[in-house]
């Protein structure tokens, strides 16, 4: 139903870009503490905007809600469209709350106060919110489109000013990376939408449901396959999904602690969320057919994933690696194909923002505080910082997937979908159960050399934890329990949406799978 004025979507929105107009104005050498703690505000604002958004969400209703539409180039089919569903809420939701703590991180951070232009990196992160949540609620193609190259601009100057000593390469790669593949997503939608006529999607959903719009399927290599691949390949760069991923490392090392926490709290799903939100809907035929390659894919990157994390001696491209590993596991719940491990899926997105968000504020801390990466530069930790090694183990934990935190409810709800998929089914589960086991390896073997055993010397005067530094962690320790204690508050808003995605997905499936294995070598 759309609104007739401002929708809360619109609103929450338009809030960072508010703040980013608000700062653009404000003198740097005058107001650079109110600059910060305007970027702050903004932040706090829009996320108290998404738990509204959330509170008035109906869960019942599986369609679009608090859409808005403007026509912007009638001629072309195309209009500012925008909405969410039970697939995006949550994303929403978790792109707000990752703001404030990368922001307050910021406050502290020695990259900035040294290279300066405070302004300029505060508008960045204002930018890079408002692309975000642009990506999750946009419901035209090109808009999405739009939204989804704005974001790499202020990533690609987070870190190429203000990362690490190789940071004008990593920011490169990344931008070329995913440059690379958003130009054959470009290509499939730019077909897409000229052929239904329309770039919005609901529109062009009803018209390939009606049998309107088709795009034929008749095996691995048909026209829906290839527009399958060119939306997959974007994606698959964005999660990133082995082999496809070796941008990932270099941008999460060189990053500022902010970008890094923004990376994989938020960018990264951007890739997992374009699988459920186009991919599936748009060539379900396709998604079936390519489901047990991409799921090998997946698997191979939980493996490979924890197996190069273990052999790391820079904590930092550790949890980088780790990344590769958690979202394998999403990927996989998605190409299961059924509700279970879709919606697994969707909840693992916002536990892997969370839990792997806050091993990236921990060690941008312990960064700030001895300005190395190196693991054996640590040890002892816990006995210098007690409350800092209390919230680490907590956050460790959540990442290891100990039940009563976040990520057990997600991947036990992905093995659970993989294990009762029709295209999937128990080999796929049990090569990415491997992945639990691995996890707890790699994560308490970096626990134990970074924060237990003697306290060197080095490490036995480190500064307290300020007080910022604290309102940073409070959340993600709290969301960690609450989205392990109480899942349900996440699963019912995406519980009829998902259910209407499979439905529309999987009554072919068995016909595809076996066409698919009948046909000639």
Known sequence: MEATGLSLVTVVLFLPL???????????????????????????????????????????QPGLQMVQRWDWLPNFGISFYVGVDGISLLLVLLTAFIMPPAILVSFRSHALHERGREKLYYLFLMLLE????????????????????????????????WGSERRVYA?????????????????????VGTKAGTFAMPEILAMIQSGALDFPFDGLFSPQSFLFLGFFL??????PIWPL???????HVQAPTAGSVILAGVLLKMGTYGLVRFCLPLFP??????????????????IYGAWVSYAQTDVKKLVAYSSVSHLGFVVLGIFALNAAGIQGGILQMVNHGVSTGGLFLIVGMLYERRHTKAIDAFGGIWKALPLFGALSLIIVLSSMGLPGLNSFVGEFTILLGTLGSTVLGFGFALFASLGVILAAIYLLYMFQRVYMGELKEENSNLEPLHWTEK?????????????????????????????????????????????IDEQPE
């Open 234 to 239: 974007a994606f698959a760069v964005k999660v």
């Open 171 to 191: 920011a490169v790669k990344f931008f070329l990376y995913t440059m690379a593949g958003s130009i054959l997503m470009l290509l499939a939608l730019l077909y």
């Open 18 to 60: 508010v703040g980013f107009i608000i700062v653009l104005f404000m003198n740097e050498q005058r107001h650079a503490a109110n600059i910060r703690w305007t970027t702050l505000g903004v932040s706090i604002v829009t996320f108290v905007a998404t738990l509204l958004l959330w509170a008035l969400f109906d869960p019942n």
């Open 130 to 161: 408002w692309a975000m949540i642009g990506v999750f609620v946009a419901q035209d193609l090109l808009i999405f489109f739009i939204f989804w190259e704005v974001t790499l601009v202020p990533m690609y100057f987070l870190i190429g000013i």
């Open 285 to 302: 035929e396709a998604s079936i057919a390519w489901a047990p390659f991409v799921a090998v894919l997946a698997v191979i990157g939980i």
């Open 471 to 515: 309102a940073a962690l409070v959340p993600i320790i709290v969301s960690i329990f609450l989205l392990g204690l109480a899942p349900y508050l996440f699963f019912r808003p995406m519980d009829a949406s998902v259910n209407a995605l499979v439905n529309q997905v999987n009554p072919s499936a068995p016909a595809i799978v076996q066409s």
């Open 245 to 251: 991923h070796s941008w990932l490392p270099d941008a």
